[in-house]
Structures are given as structure tokens and as C-alpha cells.
């Protein structure tokens, strides 16, 4: 078996990302394949001498971002011949399980100091692909960039996840550097041995706009895995605690959860919410990434952050009801006892959300737009993102309906087994085989 290195690039996030859930499971299934799996991390700091303090200044909750100070931006301007990170086994004396969503488990850790910093500036002011050497002596057979990252290992194969095209698709609804973005897609393409992608659509996308040679672009899908335990806990039990924690009723919620930014489509979403007259609430579990004036207006201060006035007694608006973070386990209850996940977004390369509520038995309403057609088949409601009163009726008839709820809760299991965690390690080892 082959030793394999990812990048933890969103694996470090605080609150993780839809590419954070790529990377974890990514390294959970490559050691379920046999392989040896390794983690490179930035960390903030140079190594210390010992595994023990290496691993301890990575996880450093004090540690500083790189600075910005004129001579830290002058320094990191200069081409380094080459950027280089130092190996450590993880030791047992750092308790880790508070934060294993955000650093899995792994046989090495890699860390290098800002390397990720220092190659994303290196790249967006000079065009620069930095090496990185991971170690003296080569203890990598591959490494594998989770995103397009402007590095690569010169003495191994690199291959690259490219998740979707969406900066140039939807160019004004993202606030990335387009031209940088198109540039480095196209120099990832022609610098990796393989790039893989998670949808045919987003694969058709990169050959066609980016000019990739169709054998050497590869879809694996994604997959999503739910602890047994938490897949164990009877409906009652879940039930129970919702209506204790969040005063949410067991199917008496509807659920949209993910980022707030425009491609999201969430002013849509509660347009239509609120057109339909459903009387089961709205839910939204999102922190706020970017919203154009007019959405920000829409969301925050008319519906979400609105008080209303009851018995002289201020309360907040209860149809409407968002929370900034959910951790997991709380998460996936809520997904559990929705009525149906909303999520008609305007575009997605892949679509967690919906595999996600598919496989916890939860009825969902999506896009016809992007991938989402291609993930849910036919076990979820397909509606025009873009036409409010398509969603609003389809809202509707979800809420109406208990017979098409079960229908679809029904179907979303069956389509769930085609991305189960077995189904991805055959594609993921197909899309290996060539290079190692």
C-alpha cells in the first residue's frame, strides 16, 4: 500500500467547510483502503525538537496568524527555493478528541511554517507554483492537494480536487480573483498526474472550459458517514431532546443548512417559505460568509434578527429561526427530525447537504441546477431555483402531503447507498490505480 499525503488546509478551520468534510473523509477512507495516511498542516510556528511539542505548537490555541507586518509581507515575496515542513507522529499525551472533526486521526503529520500562506500570496503576485518538500528523506509516494493549491511535491505525483467551477460559472456571486483562479486551474491541470472532481457535471465542466484532457480528469463522488451511535439513537430519544433544547417538534420544522452567500439562494428560500404559509418554522444553520446588500437586508434585518413585542414582553420572531453553528451530533438530530431540508441552490459542485439529509431519512427539496439533479436522481423535489413560486408550491405540497414526504424519505435512502463509504473507496481506488 502506498503512503498518501493530503493537504489540511480547511481541515484546520474552526468551523470546517464543505472541502474540510472532503479532506476528513478523504483520509478516513484512504486508511479504510490500507494506505498510510499523512496530514500537512501550516502551522504558525518552526518545529520544535521533540514529536510531543511539534504536535502542541500546531494545536496551539494561542498561536498567532502570519503577520502582516511590512517585513513579514516583504519576506514572504521572496521566491524560497523551496518551502519545507518537518514529520511527527501524533502522541497520545495530546488529547485530541475535542477537535478530531478538525484533525483526524492520521499515521503522520507533516507542518511547515505559513506554507499555505506563503504559496497562496507567491501565487497571486508572481503566477509562482511552490514546491514544498516534505522531509529530507522521502517518505511520501503521493500527495494529494484537496483544493487547487498553488504547491506541489517535486519528487512524488500530485493530483488535485477541483470541486467545482463556480467563480467562473456564476463569476458574480463569488469574490475570488477570477483571473487568478482560471490561471492556476489550468497550471494544476497541467502540473498534476490526475484531477479529480466530485460530480460528472463538474467534471464536464473543467474538460470543456478549462481545456483538461478527458482521461486524466476522474469523478470519485463524495460520501458522507454518520457515526453508528448516532444513527442508533431511537427517533424518541431525538425527539425528546429537540423539543427540550430547541423547542422544535419531531417533524414540525423544515431545515435549511449550510453557508449564507448568494449562490445559496437563502432570500429565495425564505421568499418562498413565507409565501407558502406553511405554519412549521423555518430553521437555518449557517454562519454568514458573504451577502450583497439587498439579500443582507432580507435576511438579517427584516426576518432573522427581527423582535417582535408580545405582553409588553420583547421576544424574537419564532417563524424564522437561525443559529450560527451547530456542532455535528446536534446537527445531524436536527437533520433528523425536519420535516424536509431545503436546499435549492443556484449552483453546487457536488452537494453535501442533500447526500447528508438523504441518508438520515429526511425528504428534501432541491435544485435543478449544478449537480444537485445528478446527486439526488429522483429522491428529492426538483424545482427551479430561480422561480420562487415553483419552490413556494413546492414547499407546499411537502407540508401538505405526509404520504409524498415518506415517499421521498423512502427513495433518499435507497439513492444514499449509491455514495456509501464502500461505493467511494472502489472509485477512489480506480482513480489511483494508474499512478501508483
Known sequence: MARICIDGYNLALARGSGIATYARNLAVNLAELGHETQILYSSNLDADETDLMKQVTLLDAGAVAPSNSMRAVLRSLVRPKQLNA??????????TRDIEHRFPRCDRLWAGRDVFFKANRAYFTFGWLSPLTLGEERRTDLVHWTCALPLYEPRVPNVYTLHDLIPLRLPFMTLDNKRGFHALCRALIAKGERIFTVSEHSRSDIVRMLGAPEDKVVNT?????????????????????????????????????????????????????????????????????WLKEEQEDLLYDHLIERSILQDGVLKRADRIRRFEYMPFRLLVKLVRGA??????????????????????????????????????????????????????????????????????????????????????????????????
Open 86 to 95: 518537518w514529520c511527527f507522529e501524533p502522541t497520545p499525551e495530546v488529547i
Open 221 to 289: 463522488y463524495q460520501s458522507v458517514e454518520v457515526p453508528e451511535a448516532l444513527l442508533r439513537t431511537p427517533d424518541a430519544e431525538v425527539a425528546t431532546e429537540l423539543e427540550a433544547m430547541f423547542d422544535l417538534g419531531w417533524r414540525d420544522y423544515y431545515l435549511y443548512f449550510g453557508a449564507i452567500e448568494p449562490k445559496k439562494n437563502v432570500p429565495r428560500i425564505i421568499e418562498a417559505y413565507l409565501a407558502s404559509g406553511v405554519t412549521a418554522p423555518l430553521v437555518i444553520i449557517s454562519g454568514r460568509a
Open 339 to 436: 420535516r424536509a431540508t431545503l436546499f435549492p441552490s443556484l449552483y453546487e459542485g457536488f452537494g453535501l447537504p442533500v447526500l447528508e439529509s438523504m441518508l438520515l431519512g429526511t425528504p428534501v427539496l432541491t435544485s435543478t441546477e449544478g449537480s444537485l439533479p445528478e446527486v439526488a436522481g429522483e429522491a428529492a423535489l426538483l424545482v427551479d431555483p430561480y422561480d420562487v413560486d415553483a419552490m413556494r408550491r413546492g414547499i407546499a405540497a411537502l407540508d401538505s402531503d405526509s404520504g409524498l414526504r415518506d415517499e421521498y424519505a423512502a427513495r433518499g435512502r435507497r439513492r444514499a447507498a449509491d455514495f456509501s463509504p464502500q461505493r467511494y473507496r472502489e472509485r477512489l481506488a480506480e482513480a489511483y490505480r494508474p499512478i501508483l
